[in-house]
């Protein structure tokens, strides 16, 4: 049976989860809609994590995705870490603030979270996906044994074939023009940068897991495209950005509909980890600074805690503005209505002739 009728979908579509903007309410409202709705845990602990679950089992009887951080456990380097809130100390200077005294690891990675499994098992999602890794042998057996059926994002080969092999039943082949964060397994590693395509083409032959892609997709002729290199779905997140479900702040917002979305940049400044990000006052400031950034999360506590000092001065040019290389393409809307056009489009869209 195919990944889409086995989640019983009426349209290949996913919506990406995406921490800190998706929502229950947008889960709810694309998986009414026939397509997979997702939720993102990863920022969150596990009660709050059951609370959001809880809220889309109350708004919908559909699949829905659930979505984990696996990163692994960052290295502290005091040294480091006092000479990134050195070079940071000049904008916090420019809101009348200092930064931190000390940075801290705000996320639990799913690999450690005990609390977040037994959640997830209490009532188990039917799909839980991973990001930044894979969490271990006894993890993955007791989710599948739970029912959920599994994904975890890919940026090369080697990450797919590590996930089947570790018993994961699809892969996001997650092409360098998404939003937000990489999900690469080792960010120190070299990255190809492959597009998302090409990366679909080659995850489809590198395993025999059911591809989903991911980066850039905006529109039905993009969901298309996505199909004919192989994939079974297209996970689509920057789209939803300006849907009334999203929990983009004003601030976002107005910069996805300025031309500032024209650019994305990819920086490892705001959390310590490579994530794309509409061009904006950070990371242009990020653009000439040398200083070796804290892992991931650790240079997240940093990252927000100036977010929050610009913010309460009114400048919105600091914060994670995450978005894909399609941000110039994003359409306003409500998320049931973007699925029911990109379902328009999709069926529009003529198959490539092979």
């Known amino acids: 049976m195919s990944l889409i009728k086995h989640l019983g979908l009426d349209h290949p579509i996913i919506q990406a989860p995406m921490a800190g903007v998706s929502t229950p309410a947008m889960a709810v409202a694309v998986s009414n809609a026939g397509a997979l709705g997702s939720i993102a845990v990863g920022a969150a602990g596990a009660p709050a ?7 889309v089992r109350a708004g919908t009887s559909r699949a829905f995705n659930v979505n984990l951080f696996v990163h692994a456990r960052p290295r502290r380097d005091a040294a480091m870490e006092s000479a990134w809130r050195e070079a940071l100390a000049t904008l916090f200077a420019g809101f009348g603030a200092e930064p931190p005294e000390q940075l801290t690891s705000p996320y639990v990675s799913f690999a450690e979270d005990d609390a977040m499994l037994a959640v997830l098992l209490a009532s188990p999602p039917p799909v839980v996906s991973f990001h930044f890794g894979l969490p271990g042998e006894d993890r993955i057996r007791a989710l599948r044994s739970a029912g959920c059926l599994l994904v975890s994002t890919a940026t090369h080969e080697d990450e797919a074939r590590a996930a089947e092999a570790s018993g994961i039943d699809a892969v996001v082949a997650q092409g360098y023009e998404a939003g937000g964060h990489r999900g690469m397994f080792d960010p120190s590693a070299p990255d190809e940068n492959l597009s998302t395509l090409e990366l679909t083409r080659r995850l489809s032959r590198a395993t025999a897991l059911p591809v989903i892609a991911a980066g850039g997709l905006m529109d039905g002729r993009d969901i298309r495209a996505a199909l004919d290199a192989g994939a079974v779905a297209a996970q689509l997140g920057t789209a939803f950005l300006l849907t009334p479900e999203s929990a983009a702040d004003a601030g976002y917002r107005a910069a996805l509909a300025s031309d500032a979305a024209r650019h994305t940049v990819m920086t490892d400044a705001i959390s310590g980890r490579p994530a794309r990000s509409v061009q904006s006052r950070f990371t242009d400031w990020a653009e000439g600074q040398r200083a070796r950034r804290p892992d991931y999360p650790v240079a997240y506590s940093a990252g927000k805690a100036l977010n929050a000092a610009a913010k309460s001065a009114g ?40």
């Open 315 to 354: 400048e919105a040019g600091y914060g994670a503005l995450w978005a894909g290389e399609g941000a110039p393409r994003l359409r306003e809307g409500d998320a049931a209505g973007l699925i029911a056009v990109l379902a328009r489009e999709l069926a529009e869209a003529q198959p490539a002739r092979n």
């Open 49 to 55: 994590a059951g609370a959001m679950m809880a809220e």
